[in-house]
C-alpha cells in the first residue's frame, strides 16, 4: 500500500507544471503561468547572464499568474521551488523589431551619425528629439543609445531613430555607465542595471518627478509624441503620480496600486508631506467625483483606502466619505468604510509630543493652583509662625532652618502633601514623556521613513543609525526581510516577541504564539487559514504575500523604548538633547528645580506639624470659594471637579460652545460643595 500512495504522491507532484512561451520580445508582458500547485506562497526566480529578479506569488487555488517584461534580450531561465522540487522553463527574449516609419517618424538614415544633446534636444542625424533641461548623456550601448534627467531614463534605438523605452530608476540619476550593458548611478551612491529597478520604491526627491511631466509636455508641445514609441504597460507608480488626475483611467489606478505593494509600500505605514505635491489632487478628487456620481467618487476613495490611507489628510476626507455615502442612501457602504477606517484608527500612536505637551501643562498648572490654595489656607497660621524667625521672607537670611521648619507644607495634612506630591511627580514624568516623544517623533520625521515603507535602501541605513536596541532590531528585520533573509532572520531572533516580529519569525511555534497575543491580528489569522480583513483581497489581488507591518504605534513604541534605555545609560546627555529645550541652559535649570522640589516634597513628610496650624474657618471657607473643587482637594477627587472647569474653559476657548456647558457644570458642582461644607460647619457651630 505505501508503494501505492507514493506513485500517487509521485503523480501529483509530477502534474504540476510551469508554462512560459518559448519566444518574447524586449519591452512586452510575459505571460507566465503555473498549475495544480499546493495552495500556499511561492518566489518565482527570473535570471540570465546580466539580470536576475524574484517575484512573490499565492497560489490559493492552486494556480499562478504573473506577468513580466523583460528588460533585455537574452535566453532567461524561470524556476519555483516547491518543497525539495524545483520547476523550471525557459524563454529566449529577442530585441523589439523596427516598426516601419511613419508620418512623425522620419525615414531611418543610413548612416546617422553619433547622438549629441543639444540644448534644445537630442540630434541623431536629422532626427530631433526635444528635450528641455539638462540632460545625462548620451552613452552608446551598441545600437542603443541612453540620456537620462533626475529619475527618468530614455532608450534611443540608433538605426530607426525612436524612444524605444522610458527607463524609472528609483532616484536621481547621477551618471550612466556602460560596459556588456548600461549601469545607472544614482546620487545616493547605488549602481542598478536597468533590470534591477523592478519591486524597488523611489527614494528620490518628490519634486523630481517633474521631469517626467515635463518631459511629456514637451514633446506634446512640439507635436511630436509620435517620437516616443516607447511601451506604456508596467510603469512605477511614480510615473503617474506625475500625470493629471484627471487624465487617469481605472486601470491606472489599479495598476499604481499593485504596484505600490509589490515595491515594498504598505498601508499600514505612513506617508510624509512631500508627496502631496502630486497626491493632494487625486485626493480632492473624492469630491469632484461626486457630481459624476457614486461609481467615480468611490473610485477614487477605495484607491486610498485600499492603498494610501495613511496619506495626510486621506482619513479625514475618507470619514467625509462615509458621510456621504449614507445620504447617498448607502449605509452597507458607510459601515464597510467605517470598520476599515477603525481599523487605521488602531494603527496610530494614541501619545503624541503634542497631547504630552498638553498633559504636561495642565499637570504643572494644576500643581500651581493646588499649591497656592494650600499657600493661601495656611498663611495666617504661618505668619504668625515665623514671626519670631525673622517674618515671612527674612526669616529665610536669619533663620534658615527654622524657616524651612515653618515652610508651607509643614502646615498641611497628610493626604495634602500626598496630593500635592502625586501632582509633582504627574508633571514631572508627563515632561520627560513628552521630552522622548518629541525626541522619537524627531528622528522618524526623516523622509526615508515616510514614505510607506520600510523596505528601501535609505530606511534601512536611518534604521542602523539608531541606537541598537533590541525593539529596534525588530524594526531592522523587517525592513531587510527581502533584501538579506538570512541576516532579517537573526536579527527578528534577538528582538522582542511582538506580533509582526513573531510573524515575521515564521516558525509554528512563534506563529502559535502570535495568535495567542494577538488573536485579531489580520495578518497573524492569514497566516494561520483563519481569514483576514479588509486588506486581505487587496493583498491577494496585487500577488503579494500578506505580512505582519510594524505600524505607527509599533515603531513609536520601539523608538521611544530605546529613547528610555539611553536616558538610562547616558542620562545627561540624553536629557540636554531632548528636542524640547531651546538650549542646554533650559535642560540644566529644569533638572535642579525637579531635584530641588522633589527633595522638598520628601523632606516635609518628616517635618513635623506645628501646633495651632489649623487655618480659622472663616478664612478657609474664603479661600475655598475661589478654587473650585477646593473642598475635597485632600481627597484627590476634587481636582477632578478643578481638571473639568479648567478644560471647559479651555474649550470655551477653541470655540467650541460645550465648554461653557462643561465649565459651569464643574462650578455649579463646586459651589454645591462649598455650601455643603458652610452649612455642616454652621450645623456645628450650632
Given amino acids: 500500500m505505501r508503494w501505492i500512495a507514493g506513485v500517487l504522491l509521485l503523480g501529483m507532484a509530477l502534474a504540476q507544471s510551469l508554462t512560459v512561451p518559448p519566444e518574447a520580445q524586449v519591452g512586452q508582458p510575459l505571460e507566465i503561468r503555473g498549475a495544480d500547485f499546493p495552495p500556499g506562497r511561492y518566489v518565482l526566480k527570473i535570471a540570465s547572464e546580466n539580470t536576475s529578479t524574484e517575484l512573490d506569488l499565492e497560489a490559493p487555488e492552486g494556480s499562478l499568474a504573473a506577468t513580466w517584461t523583460p528588460p533585455a534580450a537574452g535566453e532567461y531561465r524561470i524556476s519555483i521551488q516547491i518543497g525539495e522540487r524545483t520547476l523550471e522553463a525557459r524563454t529566449t527574449v529577442r530585441a523589439a523589431p523596427s516598426p516601419p516609419a511613419t508620418q512623425s517618424t522620419p525615414p531611418a538614415q543610413t548612416e546617422p551619425g553619433p547622438p549629441t544633446l543639444a540644448p534644445d534636444g537630442l540630434v541623431v542625424g536629422s532626427w530631433k528629439l526635444p528635450l528641455k533641461g539638462s540632460w545625462i548623456g548620451p552613452k552608446v550601448v551598441g545600437q542603443r543609445a541612453f540620456i537620462a534627467r533626475g529619475p527618468l531614463v530614455l532608450e534611443i534605438d540608433l538605426q530607426t531613430p525612436r524612444v524605444v523605452a522610458q527607463h524609472y530608476p528609483p532616484g536621481e540619476v547621477r551618471a550612466l555607465e556602460a560596459d556588456s550593458e548600461l549601469t545607472v548611478l544614482l546620487e545616493d551612491g547605488r549602481r542598478l542595471g536597468l533590470g534591477a529597478f523592478a519591486g524597488r520604491p523611489y527614494e528620490g526627491r518628490w519634486e523630481s518627478l517633474a521631469v517626467i511631466r515635463e518631459y511629456r509636455d514637451t514633446l506634446a508641445a512640439a507635436n511630436a509624441s509620435g517620437l516616443d514609441q516607447s511601451p506604456e504597460s508596467n510603469r512605477p507608480y511614480w510615473y503617474y503620480f506625475s500625470l493629471d488626475a484627471n487624465s487617469l483611467h481605472p486601470a491606472d489606478l489599479e495598476a499604481v496600486g499593485r504596484d505600490l505593494l509589490q515595491r515594498g509600500h504598505r498601508p499600514e505605514l505612513a506617508w510624509g508631506e512631500g508627496v502631496m505635491r502630486w497626491l493632494e489632487p487625486w485626493l480632492l478628487q473624492i469630491r469632484v467625483a461626486r457630481r459624476q456620481g457614486l461609481e467615480q ?35 452597507d457602504l458607510g459601515q464597510r468604510y467605517r470598520a476599515a477606517l477603525r481599523q487605521v484608527a488602531g494603527w496610530q500612536t494614541p ?135 538570512s541576516e532579517s532572520q537573526r536579527l527578528y531572533q534577538e528582538a522582542p516577541p511582538w506580533t509582526y516580529v513573531l510573524v515575521g519569525r515564521g516558525t509554528p511555534e512563534a506563529l502559535a504564539q502570535a495568535y495567542q497575543r494577538a488573536p485579531t491580528s489580520a495578518a497573524v489569522r492569514e497566516a494561520l487559514g483563519l481569514g483576514g480583513d479588509f486588506w486581505t483581497a487587496v493583498y491577494h489581488q496585487a500577488g503579494v504575500a500578506r505580512e505582519a ?121 463646586h459651589l454645591l460643595l462649598w455650601a455643603l461644607l458652610v452649612f455642616r460647619g454652621n450645623t456645628r457651630a450650632a
Avoid at 517635618?607 to 474657618?617: D, E, G, N, Y
Fill in 351 to 485: 501619545l503624541t509630543s503634542a497631547n504630552l505637551s498638553l498633559a504636561t501643562w495642565v499637570l504643572l498648572g494644576l500643581y500651581g493652583l493646588v499649591l497656592l490654595y494650600l499657600t493661601l489656607i495656611y498663611l495666617p497660621a504661618q505668619l504668625r509662625g515665623v514671626r519670631p524667625s525673622g517674618g515671612w521672607l527674612l526669616g529665610w537670611l536669619r533663620h534658615p532652618l527654622l524657616r524651612l521648619r515653618h515652610s508651607v507644607l509643614a502646615y498641611t495634612t497628610l493626604g495634602e502633601r500626598a496630593v500635592l506630591l502625586l501632582l509633582f511627580l504627574l508633571a514631572a514624568s508627563a515632561l520627560l514623556a513628552w521630552g522622548v516623544m518629541a525626541r522619537s517623533e524627531a528622528l522618524l520625521a526623516q523622509d526615508s521613513l515616510m514614505r510607506g515603507t520600510l523596505r528601501s535602501s535609505a530606511a534601512a541605513e536611518a534604521l542602523r543609525s539608531f541606537a541598537n536596541t533590541a525593539p529596534l532590531r525588530g524594526l531592522l528585520a523587517y525592513a531587510l526581510a527581502k533584501e538579506n533573509p
Fill in 297 to 331: 467618487s468611490l473610485l477614487w476613495s477605495d484607491f486610498f483606502l485600499k492603498y494610501l490611507p495613511q496619506l495626510p489628510g486621506a482619513k479625514a476626507m475618507l470619514w467625509e466619505q462615509v458621510g456621504w455615502l449614507e445620504a447617498q442612501g448607502r449605509p
Fill in 549 to 669: 507591518v510594524p505600524t505607527p504605534r509599533i515603531i513609536a513604541a520601539a523608538v521611544g523604548l530605546s529613547n528610555l534605555q539611553a536616558l538610562a545609560s547616558d542620562f545627561p546627555a540624553t536629557w540636554r538633547n531632548l528636542p524640547i529645550w531651546p538650549s542646554p541652559l533650559w535642560a540644566w535649570t529644569a533638572a535642579a528645580l525637579i531635584l530641588l522640589f522633589a527633595a522638598y516634597h520628601l523632606l516635609c513628610f518628616f517635618l513635623p506639624k506645628p501646633q495651632s496650624a489649623a487655618p480659622s474657618p472663616a478664612w478657609r471657607r474664603a479661600v475655598q470659594f475661589f478654587f473650585p473643587g477646593s473642598p475635597t482637594y485632600s481627597q484627590g477627587w476634587g481636582l477632578l471637579v478643578l481638571l473639568a472647569f479648567g478644560g471647559g474653559l479651555w474649550l470655551w476657548r477653541l470655540g467650541n460652545d460645550w465648554g461653557v456647558v462643561l465649565a459651569g457644570v464643574a462650578l455649579g458642582l
